[in-house]
């Protein structure tokens, strides 16, 4: 099993950055992918971003491309959302996610999931 806790959310102004944070235990996480998906109010759980732990690579929805950024800490078994230059359209719950495997981008190839945190951007 595996649980899956973020943190880092808030209240932030239009410009403005914050860090997410997904502390990861329960399993060894050597072939793992770990994404971050957000759900806004009155719309679906979309793809961010995501890692591959093994590797390191990255993948990025396109519209956060160049303002966000994931990377992980092994040792601390944390992977983290880098957010920077947050516009209103950026308001969503975050969660963090877990597959054993690649990257991939379909929300339900992702078997362990967060509680999720609020990121709220006011303009």
């Known amino acids: 099993q595996v649980q899956l806790v973020e943190s880092g959310g808030g209240l932030v102004q239009a410009g403005g950055s914050l860090r997410l944070s997904c502390a990861a235990s329960g399993r060894t996480f050597s072939s793992y992918t770990m994404a971050w998906f957000r759900q806004a109010p009155g719309r679906e759980r979309e793809f961010v971003a995501a890692?591959?732990?093994?590797?390191?690579?990255?993948e990025y929805q396109d519209s956060v491309k160049g303002r966000f950024t994931m990377s992980r800490d092994n040792a601390k078994r944390t992977v983290y959302l880098q957010m920077n230059s947050l516009s209103p359209e950026d308001t969503a719950v975050y969660y963090c996610a877990a597959r054993q495997g690649m990257v991939v981008r379909r929300l339900n190839s992702y078997s362990y999931w967060g509680q999720g945190t609020q990121v709220t951007v006011s303009s």
């Open positions: 890692i591959h732990w093994p590797t390191g690579s990255t």
